[in-house]
């Protein structure tokens, strides 16, 4: 199947201003007018300002940002009217503005800037549909553009695997698991706290042994919103590689998936003895209706992953499968766990503990996650009626 991006970049105008226009500019009033060609946007403002326009997709969105710009007191957004759903701000960086427009569907829009005196005005047109942009490159995102005033950051709980006496699947050239996917899980912090909407938790910060029912325990004291576990799998046929996306069932998907959970399920014991301590009721968890909903989000995240990630990292054709996996068992938080290769495959190992290989899987898994985000916090503001 055809890989379509989930956020396709479309730079709409940029407005190249002298340094004349450096005097910072407030945004005093917006308004949407709608006309028989499309929904025009006109903004009214203190001054003249550098400004962007581009738009996102699933959902899609027309995104401004103003330089050196902030919103003048008792600004309100418009209503909703024509093509745009809802608009709400935020500060993509300090001293700066941003402007989101929730659309109704894909859009062309063509922007110019008027000025009246010391004032100034710009009028976004927002017409038809937007074009194919295949090929292009995706913009540097953000989720705080999706985030009401006053809610709190999004939490992404990366768990390193294994770790202390458990070193996990060790590699032909005797790489440790556990080294392999702590140095993942802070790459991927990095890049998820670089989103001002977003806050990495790593549950593992070093070499250390954590049982399993603490890993999603801890994570859900976060109060994580998404609970990723990073892996490197290992097999007899050193031939296998490639990535896969394991998400929570009573009943594996295949031999393999069954093979994995029993290996995985074991990292509480060493040396025969049982390190985990789990309660009778956590090991039988019953998957009621909260924790129905969480595997469905897992999963539907499982299939956004490796759409995502693809350009960065190999999958094996069959990506995503189910396991009883202990330590995606938390009823309430979606989880996945990430097999990122095969550490007992040459090639696999290699690429798994380069920096350049773990910077790529860290980049697949950040485009993965701020899509989910924004699918779920524009889907929370359309049933609010936002």
Do not use: C, W
Request: hydrophobic share 40%; proline share 5%; no cysteine.
């Amino acid at each position: 199947m055809r890989r379509i991006s989930a956020l396709a970049l479309s730079l709409a105008a940029f407005a190249g201003l002298s340094a004349a226009s450096a005097q910072a500019a407030q945004l005093r009033g917006l308004s949407l007018v709608e006309g028989e060609d499309g929904t025009r946007a006109v903004l009214e403002l203190s001054g003249p300002a550098d400004y962007k326009l581009f738009t996102l997709a699933n959902p899609d969105r027309l995104v401004l940002d103003l330089s050196r710009s902030s919103l003048a007191g008792g600004f309100k957004p418009p209503a909703p009217n024509g093509v745009v759903s809802g608009v709400r701000t935020g500060k993509p960086a300090e001293g700066d503005l941003r402007v989101v427009f929730d659309l109704g569907r894909g859009v062309q829009p063509r922007s110019r800037l008027e000025r009246e005196g010391d004032s100034a005005r710009l009028v976004v047109e927002l017409l038809g549909n937007a074009p194919a942009l295949a090929g292009k490159p995706a913009p540097a995102r953000t989720v705080e553009d999706v985030i009401g005033k006053g809610e709190r950051k999004l939490i992404v709980a990366i768990d390193a695997g294994h770790g202390g006496k458990d070193p996990g699947a060790i590699g032909p050239t005797r790489k440790f698991e556990k080294d392999i996917t702590l140095a993942m899980a802070r790459e991927l912090a990095k890049q998820v706290n670089a989103d001002p909407g977003m806050q990495a938790y790593l549950v593992r910060d070093g070499d250390v042994f954590i049982p399993l029912h603490q890993r999603y325990q801890r994570a859900r004291e976060a109060q994580a919103d998404l609970f990723i576990s990073i892996h490197a799998d290992a097999a007899e046929n050193t031939q296998a590689q490639g990535a896969t996306v394991y998400t929570l069932s009573e009943t594996a998907s295949d031999r393999e998936a069954a093979r994995l959970a029993a290996r995985e399920n074991k990292a509480d014991i060493l040396n025969g003895v049982n390190l985990g301590g789990q309660s009778g009721d956590v090991s039988s968890i019953l998957i009621d209706l909260t924790q129905r909903e969480s595997l469905n989000i897992s999963a539907s995240f499982a299939r956004l992953l490796q759409r995502e990630a693809a350009p960065y990292v190999p999958f094996r054709s069959s990506y995503h499968r189910f396991a009883s996996l202990m330590v995606l068992k938390a009823p309430d938080t979606p989880s996945i766990l990430f097999e990122t290769g095969y550490i007992s495959n040459a090639d696999d190992a290699a690429f798994l503990s380069s920096r350049e290989g773990q910077s790529k899987i860290a980049r697949g898994v950040a485009r993965a996650i701020e899509v989910h985000f924004a699918r779920k916090l524009a889907m929370r503001g359309r049933t609010a009626g936002g």
